[in-house]
């Protein structure tokens, strides 16, 4: 089993498609990977032009000849997501898989770090709510109660 198999290859981009070409076409020569995709020369530019799709077979192709983290790099994360099957085409997300994800990050100290420190930059107003501390809603004004309450501590003092 390849570390492709468990790609959802129709959910990768067309923009996505022609960069991994590209890179393979860079890294092993136009020849190399012609045969690799068992196309003649005029399809092999047509693909360079974009002028012709590249299909699922063309990309496993590809994918064969590249790491994963050659694809990883190559591949926008939101792409990266949706071929792994956490982020739908909808945009929704499978909160199986991103519960999973947050399981894992108890035991990675890195990741853990990463994503407190991002939840605490995007979600801070969120979590003051939720925790209580909240401020923002406060309202302070001096009042006739507020006045003989102090007064009333005073002389218990």
């Known amino acids: ?4 198999d468990s790609l959802d290859l129709s ?4 923009e996505d498609r022609f960069r991994i070409l590209e890179y393979a076409v860079s890294k092993f020569g136009r020849a190399r990977v012609q045969e ?3 196309v003649s020369r ?3 530019w047509r693909l360079l032009n974009k002028q012709a799709r590249i299909d699922d077979d063309k990309l496993r192709a590809l994918l064969s000849l590249i790491t994963q983290s050659e694809f990883e790099s190559l591949v926008s994360a939101k792409d990266r997501l949706r071929a792994l099957g956490v982020l739908r085409e909808d945009g ?3 909160y199986g898989l991103a519960l999973e994800v947050l399981a894992i990050a108890r035991n990675d ?3 853990k770090n990463v994503l407190l420190r991002f939840v605490m930059q995007e979600f801070r107003e969120d979590l003051k709510k939720m925790l209580g501390i ?3 809603g406060t309202v302070l004004r001096w009042d006739g109660d507020f006045e003989a309450f102090l007064k009333e501590r005073k002389r218990r003092r």
């Open 92 to 94: 929704s997300v499978d």
């Open 1 to 4: 089993m390849t570390w492709f």
């Open 11 to 14: 959910k990768v981009s067309d």
């Open 109 to 111: 100290e890195y990741l």
């Open 36 to 38: 690799v995709l068992r």
């Open 134 to 136: 909240s401020f923002a």
């Open 42 to 44: 005029i399809t092999m």
